[in-house]
């Protein structure tokens, strides 16, 4: 921005490109007065006529940012996750309604996806004539087949988007971290704190309300060192994990490097709590043998 005749300078009021990219990259010292500024430059007849077109300046300003943003490529991830989600949790309901109404026609009905992918394909129970059951199946198996194919789009994109993410905690966990936090610039932010309960926003709130004890993990659970360590010490484990994810966020978002050894570390780390628990199995066996 220029400090003698501001944003207004980039251009005229028919050049909206110039003036958009002015108010966002633009800055002042200190401020002036801009409308008496903009009057004399001939951009604006009067100070009204000023602030209309600030206004419009910095909406087509903010629809930018917001266009901007809507392309990155973590966010075109979080709105895969998201699908993908959307597309396993509707087709496993409808599975279920599909099994219940085949169950009225044949006993010897089954149940879930696959059974629908079945039904879909031809390849089971003949007996049920009801064209009605069979076009529902053909959904449920449309929409299992799209969970697939967004969640084969993921474990793709992730890598390329948060490859340090991706290596620590695999493709779809790190796209949904990404995607609960708001996108990657967003879960860099957060403290290791935060991430380790994200996906565990109503315990959490629970917890706050006195309703509840506090979460020790949310959607990290599925990490295989959370999940893998007994539950004793499972708290911990999801400490060093969300400390390490948070690590990896910062790198891909600010660098985008790989860094092998927080893979390395996080390993050497779960390795040790999870020790805790063979080391007190065997003493409690040494203990009976003594006794």
């Known amino acids: 921005m220029s400090e003698t005749n501001g944003w207004f300078a980039a251009g005229d009021r028919d050049d909206p490109d110039a ?3 002015a108010i966002r990259e633009g800055s002042a010292d ?4 801009w409308p008496a500024l903009a009057v004399e430059a001939g951009f604006a007849s009067d100070t009204e006529d000023y602030y209309d077109a600030l206004r419009e300046a910095t909406t087509a300003a903010t629809r930018a940012a917001v266009t901007e943003r809507e392309r990155a490529d973590d966010r075109q991830l979080v709105h895969a996750i998201r699908a993908m989600d959307d597309c396993s949790r509707t087709a496993n309901e409808l599975a279920e309604r599909l099994a219940e109404w085949a169950g009225t026609v044949d006993p010897d009905s089954g149940t879930g996806v696959e059974y629908a992918r079945a039904l879909a394909r031809g390849e ?3 007996d ?5 059951i069979g076009s529902l199946a053909d959904r449920v198996a449309d929409l299992a087949d799209e969970a697939d194919e967004l969640r084969e789009f993921v474990e793709r994109q992730t890598p390329a988007v948060a ?4 290596a620590l905690a695999e493709p779809v966990l790190a796209a949904r971290l990404i995607a609960l936090a708001g996108g990657l610039e967003d879960l860099a932010k957060k403290p290791s704190g935060t991430v380790q309960v994200l996906g565990a926003e109503d315990a959490l709130f629970a917890h706050l309300r006195g309703h509840a004890p506090s979460p020790k993990h949310g959607i990290i659970y599925t990490h295989d060192a959370v999940r893998g360590t007994h539950p004793e010490n499972r708290g911990s484990a999801a400490r060093a994990v969300a400390g390490k994810l948070s690590i990896a966020a910062r790198v891909d978002h600010y ?3 790989l860094k092998p050894e927080l893979e390395a570390e996080l390993a050497e780390r779960i390795e040790t709590i999870q020790a805790r628990t063979t080391d007190d199995d065997a003493g ?3 203990g009976a043998a003594d006794e």
């Open 163 to 166: 490859p340090n993410l991706s």
């Open 19 to 21: 003036t958009t990219t």
């Open 255 to 257: 660098s985008g490097e």
């Open 128 to 132: 049920l004539a009801e064209p009605a």
């Open 30 to 33: 200190e401020p002036r007065d």
């Open 284 to 286: 409690s066996d040494g």
């Open 124 to 126: 089971a129970d003949d």
